[in-house]
């Protein structure tokens, strides 16, 4: 329409339909596609990677992954107390019926021994 425009509006209005002028992903100049086909596997997941705009959430991300890691670690330390506790509480059971069983036989002992 004739308009002169800044680049950060221009850029802007760009943005608006998903295109990222800044990652180079609307273009293919001179020489790219042999670039591409000589990158590492490395190379063209961070190049993948910037075209697709996920690397702006790395950060995110690496967060993410350090809160699940923090978190598999205390439900892994909650399980092990738990069956910690479940096997005190099975031996003070055992216990608890031992004793109750050997005040039943002694009151039985001792009811024996006055009769006699």
Request: net charge negative; aromatic share 8%; no cysteine.
């Given at each position: 329409?004739?308009?002169?425009?800044?680049?950060?509006?221009?850029?802007?209005?760009?943005g608006?339909?998903?295109?990222?002028?800044r990652?180079?992903?609307?273009l293919?100049?001179?020489?790219?596609?042999?670039?591409?086909?000589?990158?590492s596997p490395?190379?063209?997941?961070?190049?993948?990677?910037?075209?697709?705009?996920s690397?702006?959430?790395?950060?995110?991300?690496?967060?993410a992954v350090?809160?699940k890691?923090?978190?598999?670690?205390?439900?892994?330390?909650?399980?092990?107390?738990k069956?910690?506790?479940?096997?005190e509480?099975?031996v003070l059971?055992?216990?608890?019926?031992e004793?109750?069983?050997?005040e039943?036989?002694?009151?039985e002992?001792?009811t024996?021994r006055?009769r006699?």
């Open positions: 329409d004739g308009k002169t425009v800044r680049a950060e509006q221009y850029e802007k209005a760009l608006e339909y998903n295109i990222n002028v990652a180079r992903n609307f293919v100049f001179q020489g790219d596609v042999a670039d591409v086909a000589a990158k490395k190379e063209l997941t961070a190049m993948i990677e910037r075209l697709s705009g690397d702006a959430l790395k950060e995110d991300y690496d967060e350090e809160a890691r923090a978190a598999e670690e205390l439900t892994l330390f909650h399980y092990q107390k069956k910690s506790l479940q096997s509480q099975k059971r055992m216990q608890r019926d004793a109750s069983k050997f039943q036989l002694d009151g002992q001792r024996l006055r006699l």
